[in-house]
């Protein structure tokens, strides 16, 4: 039976979200990313030691350039108290970083460092409203920040929609500060992301969780990732998301791979601080980046969750690609052939 997608030519994607770790791993993964449709990513800061000045940055890119020199590597810089305004400027000058990430301290792998105290980044956070670097953030509240009672303790599965007015508010205090809420897993995220008419703030949706829910990571760890998948409610809410005409959301696979070992809950290794008997938290994607979510996208027109037309619409996947403009970027064939 002919699929909806075959024989569609496309322009290679951005992928705004990719961990690409180092040593060993960073040479078996960063070869693949073109093989999963994509040309330009957005590399995750969360390194051991986390990447943190500029010139961690720069470095690290030039290592990844020379695995894959026709990718566009865009980097980034972790979120971390030794950040001060003048080192969001050195980043800017750099022109190879474009952004700074924040994980919540604790609630991911590698993410020990990370924040606990928004607030106190407030002068960070005005600086790169200045200089334009994007506030990428990891949408969960630690389980340490739970209310009082405990019928709303944070868990897993409450942790983002927990974490949304946190958002509201960075928004709110810095208007002009561009930011992404990274790996929107629930309705919740995707509303409130609508809800905002600026168009600096967005969301990026991964293909894992546009086919996921929480059966699927229960019980098999090679699905377990921070945030988790949760509710079917939720994938259609993203699904919905991806073709939105208001082109609030575009592709960040958070594409990030673990020794087996590590998965499976065997020991804490490199580029992975979860403690040994814990199982690492990360799906990894990236050489089938695009074709997941042309699967995820071609199902859920079949099972009516989608209608053709919201697929088909001329740009709808360019948008998610990141690919607006069209003009001069590549093409490839990604699926059907
Ligand atoms: O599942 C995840 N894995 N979520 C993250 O936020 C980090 C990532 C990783 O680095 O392994
Ligand atoms: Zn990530």
Redesign the pocket.
């Known amino acids: 039976m002919p699929r909806l997608f075959d024989g569609l030519e496309l322009p290679a994607s951005a992928d705004f979200h990719v961990?690409l770790r180092q040593g060993a791993m960073m040479e078996t993964v960063t070869p693949t990313i073109t093989s999963g449709g994509v040309d330009t990513v957005y590399v995750?800061p969360?390194l051991i030691p986390p990447i943190t000045t500029p010139a961690q940055a720069v470095e690290y890119k030039s290592r990844l350039q020379a695995l894959a020199p026709d990718v566009t590597f865009l980097m980034s810089l972790y979120l971390h108290p030794s950040i001060t305004p003048s080192i969001v400027r050195e980043a800017k000058a750099t022109g190879a970083i474009h952004g700074i990430k924040s994980?919540p301290a604790g609630?991911?792998?590698?993410?020990s460092s990370g924040v606990v105290d928004y607030e106190s980044f407030y002068p960070v956070f005005a600086a790169m409203e200045e200089e334009g670097l994007v506030l990428n953030l990891?949408g969960e509240l630690p389980p340490s920040q739970s209310p009082s009672a405990p019928e709303d303790q944070i868990t897993v599965l409450n942790a983002e929609a927990a974490f949304l007015p946190t958002l509201r508010s960075l928004h709110t205090r810095f208007p002009n500060l561009r930011i992404v809420l990274?790996?929107c897993t629930t309705k919740a995220a995707v509303d409130m992301v609508l809800s905002i008419s600026s168009p600096n703030v967005v969301g990026t949706i991964t293909a894992h969780h546009l086919s996921l829910i929480v059966d699927d990571w229960a019980g098999d760890p090679l699905n377990?990732?921070?945030?988790v998948a949760k509710l079917p409610s939720d994938r259609i809410a993203l699904l919905r998301a991806a073709v939105d005409p208001r082109r609030k959301f575009f592709l960040g696979t958070?594409s990030?791979?673990?020794p087996l070992r590590s998965k499976q809950g065997r020991s804490g290794t490199a580029?992975?601080d979860n403690s040994c008997g814990k199982c690492?938290?990360?799906?990894f994607t990236q050489p089938y980046a695009t074709q997941l979510v042309l699967e995820a996208l071609e199902e859920a027109v079949s099972k009516g969750i989608l209608r053709e037309e919201d697929v088909r619409r001329e740009g709808v996947l360019e948008g998610f690609w990141a690919r607006r403009g069209g003009g001069s970027m590549v093409c490839r064939r990604v699926s059907g052939g």
């Open positions: 961990h995750m969360n994980y609630v991911t792998t590698n993410s990891h990274e790996h377990f990732c921070k945030p958070d990030a791979p673990h580029g992975n690492a938290a990360g799906v």
